[in-house]
């Protein structure tokens, strides 16, 4: 029933937000087509309920912040008490940022010097603007499929029908042309296309940037000789190379992917899971890059933000930190996604679904389409277009009939945090079975 005709209270209010707040949500894709009155009531470990009384077993996970689950105990605390001891200077520095930056920079392998930022796309922002700053160039490159945030100079050629892959598609009209154009789109995994590009504007490009897993389309996994080759061809044309890890950043490894990979890169991007949900971000990477930044007057690129190092997200920063380096929290995240992975794809066989499922450590996406194998995964955009988009957005809708949530939204990956247990997995197991069926039934 429409929130039109419903004077349920949920429905009440999610038609006022639609009244004030346009689209009814304060950010873009968290207004699902077919669930018009989501409206969030609590959120604990796993799961969150709902104004109309429903609760859902979240594998979502709000894009991907809170690995240890919501609201983790710990996390909260210390988000608190900062906020009672310390509220919010804004001069000077505290102890935590010391603290913080030092971390990152001992754990992350490009990192020696680090500034913080409220969100990535600040963070991915001010990467550009210092590696423009630093070689005095004027191109960026970026990947099909790759999203690194809602800045102009990036904010194209994510999720592209087929007719615009090759050429530029932006995500938002207002756009400069002349912005636009000077970002060069390529494929991802294809390290032919990054040296022949290299070879005809590599005196002009600034920086390269890469989620080193472009997890906003799902996962595509990298070519180990793909992330070498950005490294080789960005330090023979002096560019900066920056891997924007805003997801795969202490999610899949406390080091990041450059860790996993052994490629590091000039710059980092961090967000999401450094924090377990509280808006901070970072940039971080090498000291003569990231001393070009003017945090004291006269230096060339400008960098500033009233709520950067806020002592409360710092501190849920730290308390974040502190529990991934105590508690086995990769291990068993890492074991209920191989288990997520194993079984679905079993499920499937079973099934006779043309189906991959694949992703990396807690991360899992299923792609309909044949011709794929876990061995064997999607590489490039271009491979993501044989999914069964009506399939893949169909099931998770029926999974909201189960009370399992997993965004119904193309190539949208899910998550898995510290708080689900394998009755949570067991549950989505069946779930799945149920919701692939009712889709294919209609
Ligand atoms: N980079 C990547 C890889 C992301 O996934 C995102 C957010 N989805 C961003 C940057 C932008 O971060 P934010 O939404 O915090 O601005």
Not at 36 to 60: I, N, S
Not at 283 to 295: E, Q
Not at 392 to 401: D, I, K, P
Not at 413 to 419: G, W
Request: charged share 20%.
């Amino acid at each position: 029933m429409s929130a039109e005709q419903d004077g349920t209270p949920a429905a009440r209010l999610a038609r006022r937000a639609r009244q004030v707040v346009p689209g009814g949500v304060n950010s873009g894709q968290r207004s699902i087509p077919g669930l018009t009155d989501l409206v969030v009531t609590g959120t604990a470990g796993a799961r969150f309920r709902t104004a109309d009384g429903r609760e859902f077993t979240d594998f979502h996970a709000a894009f991907g912040p809170p690995l240890l689950g919501h609201n983790d105990p710990d996390v909260a605390r210390a988000t608190e008490e900062a906020g009672r001891s310390l509220g919010h200077m804004g001069v000077g520095i505290t102890e935590g940022e010391v603290h913080l930056a030092e971390q990152l920079a001992e754990l992350i392998p490009s990192v020696e010097k680090l500034l913080l930022t409220s969100t990535g796309s600040e963070a991915t922002f001010h990467a550009l603007r210092v590696a423009r700053a630093a070689t005095g160039r004027r191109l960026i490159v970026k990947f099909q499929g790759c999203y690194h945030g809602w800045h102009d100079a990036v904010s194209l050629n994510v999720i592209s029908a087929p007719e615009k892959v090759g050429g530029h598609d932006p995500i938002s009209t207002g756009i400069l042309p002349e912005v636009l154009a000077a970002t060069l789109v390529l494929p991802f995994n294809d390290s032919e296309a990054v040296r022949s590009a290299f070879a005809e504007h590599g005196q002009d490009i600034a920086a390269v940037i890469v989620e080193p897993v472009p997890h906003n389309v799902g996962a595509l996994l990298p070519h180990q000789e793909f992330l070498r080759t950005l490294r080789e061809e960005t330090t023979k044309a002096g560019s900066v190379l920056v891997f924007d890890e805003v997801i795969t950043g202490f999610r899949h490894d406390l080091g990041g992917w450059q860790r996993i990979s052994g490629v590091t890169p000039d710059l980092t991007t961090l967000g999401k899971a450094i924090a377990n949900g509280a808006p901070v971000a970072a940039l971080g990477g090498r000291a003569d890059l990231m001393d070009l930044f003017s945090t004291t007057p006269g230096a060339p690129a400008f960098f500033a933000g009233t709520y950067n190092g806020h002592p409360s997200v710092v501190a849920a920063a730290l308390a974040t930190l502190r529990k991934l380096r105590e508690e086995p929290v990769h291990e068993h995240v890492f074991r209920l996604g191989d288990r997520v992975r194993r079984e679905l794809t079993a499920l499937y066989d079973r099934l006779g679904v043309p189906a991959v499922v694949t992703g990396y450590g807690s991360v899992f996406v299923t792609y309909f389409m044949p011709g794929f194998t876990p061995d064997a995964p999607p590489r490039t955009y271009r491979d993501l277009l044989a999914n069964d988009a009506s399939l893949f957005v169909g099931y998770r809708r029926h999974l909201t009939e189960h009370g399992l949530f997993e965004l119904p939204l193309n190539l949208k990956r899910s998550h898995i945090s510290y708080a689900h247990t394998d009755a949570d997995i067991d549950r989505l197991l069946e779930g799945t079975e149920a919701a692939v069926g009712a889709a294919l039934a209609e």
